[in-house]
């Protein structure tokens, strides 16, 4: 009978054990994409503190760079270098295409915004054929030191500018008939919009307002639009 008895007590003793093991809540396991004190992608965090509050994404640093083409039109054109008169200088409004190779670094942070820093390389794909000018295609090159701006609206769409100062060298593997126009330089910015359709590969497209100081005290306002691709490298601690 105690033996009986005894057993009739596992249950009841039991039971409340049990129930409290089943009711304290376990450690959740951690999930591919979502890190500590960070969260997943493509999930919103919450400010303002208080209970559910994550810190801003952290982003470390990140190396890229863009190639792309684009067309410019000059909104001023001087009558010294640009005349529809004249024979050989009627189409001086537009700028040759060219051709854009940036690359760069974008710093550390937390949140939706980062800055960096690079540098572009740039050169005319046709001649700037005008008898004021002429310079032959891939003749002119323009490096730009510059600092950059990004803005992450999500992890698909980014808005991406920059401010640069281009130094435009001409006849640099062709001819120039201007000495004037053999180095000269400007201030350009930049705003675009970057769609990130794969991890570190995107496309983007731009416009471009500049102005430049040729020579013979010479300004040159224009206008570009620019297309292309940008890759992308994280770098991980």
């Known amino acids: 009978m105690l033996a009986i008895a005894c057993v009739g007590f596992v249950p009841t003793i039991a039971a409340p054990t049990i129930a409290r093991a089943q009711d304290a809540?376990?450690?959740?396991?951690?999930?591919?994409g979502r890190s500590r004190g960070g969260r997943a992608w493509g999930e919103e965090g919450v400010e303002g503190g208080g209970e559910g509050a994550r810190p801003a994404y952290h982003?470390?640093?990140q190396a890229f760079a863009t190639l792309g083409a684009g067309g410019t039109v000059r909104l001023l054109a001087h009558a010294a270098v640009c005349d529809p008169g004249v024979p050989g200088r009627e189409g001086c409004r537009f700028s040759p295409p060219y051709l854009q190779l940036r690359g760069g670094w974008f710093f550390e942070g937390d949140?939706?915004?980062?800055h960096g820093a690079g540098l572009g390389l740039a050169t005319n794909l046709t001649p700037d054929g005008t008898a004021g000018l002429g310079i032959d295609a891939l003749g002119q090159w323009a490096i730009t030191p510059t600092y950059f701006l990004r803005y992450w609206f999500d992890e698909w769409f980014?808005?991406?500018g920059h401010v640069g100062v281009p130094l435009v060298l001409s006849a640099v593997t062709g001819t120039s008939r201007q000495a004037s126009t053999d180095f000269n330089w400007g201030l350009e910015l930049q705003v675009g919009l970057v769609f990130k359709f794969l991890t570190g590969l995107g496309a983007y497209a731009a416009v471009n307002g500049a102005v430049f100081f040729a020579g013979d005290s010479m300004v040159w306002p224009t206008i570009s639009g620019e297309v292309g691709l940008m890759f992308e490298y994280e770098v991980l601690p």
Request: no cysteine.
């Open 25 to 32: 809540p376990s450690e959740e396991p951690e999930e591919a």
């Open 158 to 160: 980014q808005l991406m």
């Open 111 to 114: 949140g939706e915004l980062q």
């Open 59 to 61: 982003r470390y640093g």
